[in-house]
């Protein structure tokens, strides 16, 4: 079966970084589209970027543009996200996610790992 594994969430200061991975099992992986999405206590789930199959392209929700980037290694079915400058507001459960379909799509995300919490101390 297909899993999506987060891993590297924690409690982190305001301005410092933080790297998030995403295991990847049961999918041909490198066909996949693969994004981040993020939900803050009592919001909805929002997303933060994607990465195209290949790793070419890459898209980023405006409030994290130029502090957060989004990478892929297909030869170990990982995705990453380098996480810089982090703010309070950053602070959520992040989740990573696989489509074959259109990235702003949500409904089209046929894949969800099972988050991993990012806390942003001020």
């Known amino acids: 079966q297909v899993q999506l594994v987060e891993s590297g969430g924690g409690l982190v200061q305001a301005g410092g970084s933080l790297r998030l991975s995403c295991a990847a099992s049961?999918?041909?992986?490198?066909?996949?589209?693969m994004a981040w999405f993020r939900q803050a206590a009592g919001k909805e789930r929002e997303f933060v970027g994607h990465?195209?199959?290949?790793?070419?392209?890459?898209t980023y929700t405006d409030s994290v543009q130029g502090r957060f980037t989004i990478s892929r290694d297909n030869t170990k079915n990982m995705v990453y996200l380098q996480m810089r400058s982090l703010k309070p507001e950053d602070a959520a459960v992040y989740y990573c996610?696989?489509?074959?379909?259109?990235?702003?799509?949500?409904?089209?995300?046929?894949?969800w790992g099972q988050g991993t919490q990012v806390t942003v101390s001020s």
């Open positions: 996610a696989a489509t074959r379909g259109r990235p702003l799509d949500i409904s089209r995300y046929a894949y």
């Open positions: 049961g999918l041909a992986f490198s066909i996949w589209t």
């Open positions: 990465i195209s199959p290949g790793g070419v392209t890459t």
